[in-house]
């Protein structure tokens, strides 16, 4: 199996840009997937193959890669987006998800 | 309406068992790759277990191997996870979910809770 690694928090102050970071060595050979969860919530996917958005998920949501790197970036950030949000990564046997970094808004 | 219900949940012993269920609707279930991820009290996600369309493959994260099965039944769009041998470290709530692709999971059910406690 294998890790992915992400920072606790993140904090942003509304209007400005979050940037989370999610590590891991076998991302340069398989896609990433977002995730946002609220309190008492399910996990809602929010960016799919490392960069792609599911209908209904807010423009101001991009993901991009670069090397064993994938970076979620919310731009404008808004109240409501304030949430705990999970990288997933995949091989032929199983999926793995980061540890979870919680999104604060100032 | 498409959605995925998960049940079973309850309180059980240390060492005792349990088995949860997931009913699917709205989208062709024997279509999909199917999954169950867990999430402890203030914890994060953990992905559990996997099974394909046909049944004739299942994965399953180290730390529930030969304890936890996973199972199927296409006919009544149903999707099952026997857990036996259960310990304190599997409290969690069992989340059922899926994608057209079985890479990643943009259908979740909302949940249901495992407390593993004397």
């Known amino acids: 199996s294998y890790e992915l690694t992400q920072p606790p928090s993140v904090s942003v102050s509304p209007g400005q840009t979050a940037r989370i970071t999610c590590s891991g060595d076998?991302?340069?050979?398989?896609?990433a997937y977002w995730y946002q969860q609220k309190p008492g919530q399910a996990p809602v996917l929010v960016i799919y193959k490392d960069s792609e958005r599911p209908s209904g998920i807010p423009e101001r949501f991009s993901g991009s890669s670069s090397g064993t790197t994938v970076t979620l970036t919310i731009s404008g950030v808004q109240a409501e987006d304030e949430a705990d949000y999970y990288c997933q990564s995949a091989d032929s046997t199983g999926r793995v998800f980061g540890g979870g970094t919680k999104l604060t808004v100032l | 309406e498409v959605q995925l219900v998960e049940s079973g949940g309850g309180l059980v012993q240390p060492g005792g068992s349990l088995r949860l269920s997931c009913a699917a609707s709205g989208f062709t279930f024997s279509s999909y790759w199917m999954s169950w991820v867990r999430q402890a009290p203030g914890k994060g996600l953990e992905w559990v277990a996997n099974?394909?369309?046909?049944?004739?493959?299942?994965y399953y994260v180290d730390s529930v191997k030969g304890r936890f099965t996973i199972s199927r039944d296409n006919a009544k769009n149903s999707l099952y996870l026997q857990m036996n041998s259960l310990r304190a470290e599997d409290t969690a709530v069992y989340y059922c979910?899926?994608?057209?692709?079985?890479?990643?999971?943009?259908?979740w059910g909302r949940g249901t809770l495992v407390t593993v406690s004397s």
């Open positions: 076998a991302l340069p050979k398989q896609y």
């Open positions: 979910a899926t994608s057209e692709d079985g890479w990643y999971f943009d259908l």
């Open positions: 099974i394909k369309q046909d049944g004739s493959e299942k």
